[in-house]
């Protein structure tokens, strides 16, 4: 039996590198639900400012085994000065995931869709997943993979209310311009 379509859900960077891997190894087609904008960005790559640097060196941060350094290719490839132990711009990361999801999507030609809506919905069936989508039809799919990223940052619960009041403080400095009061 030919392999059938693939439902992942989130389209941030464990959703991105899903369907890359998928994509190359398997025949599966495809659907990629994510709402936002721009795909393989999640949290964590969405920032745009250039500050917000990876924690892990260039060379550790391939998106495939078989190229262990296509991170480093792909910016030296751009113009971005980078050595293998380079801390890069988490913005320029989010380009990469993007750039290597369409560079695969190409290799895969009609098989990888993307449906800018949310999942609103599971539900099992005898031949695997109906995914109510927020938009149009429901959606059938042999599999379900949830790569739904974690909630947005906020206070922990141990932050004292004496610090959460202080002007200094910042519970989400990912946010865009939330570091621009800081000297």
Avoid: K
């Avoid at 039809?137 to 993979?145: G, S």
């Amino acid at each position: 039996r030919r392999p059938g379509t693939a439902l992942v859900v989130g389209g941030g960077c464990a959703g991105a590198l899903t369907a890359h891997h998928l994509l190359r190894s398997t025949g599966y087609r495809v659907l990629l639900a994510e709402p936002a904008e721009r795909l393989a960005r999640g949290l964590a790559y969405a920032t745009a400012d250039d500050l917000h640097l990876l924690n892990s060196r260039a060379d550790a941060m391939s998106a495939d085994t078989a190229l262990p350094a296509g991170f480093l290719d792909w910016a030296t490839a751009r113009g971005i000065a980078a050595q293998p132990s380079s801390f890069l711009s988490r913005r320029r990361y989010g380009d990469y995931l993007g750039s290597t999801l369409d560079a695969t999507a190409d290799a895969c030609p009609g098989r990888l869709t993307v449906r800018r809506t949310a999942v609103a919905g599971l539900h099992r069936t005898g031949t695997g997943v109906t995914a109510r989508l927020a938009d149009g039809p429901p959606v059938h799919a042999d599999l379900v993979v949830l790569a739904v990223g974690h909630a947005p940052p906020g206070d922990p619960y141990a932050v004292p209310p004496a610090v959460r009041a202080d002007h200094r403080y910042i519970a989400d400095p990912w946010r865009s311009g939330a570091l621009d009061r800081v000297p």
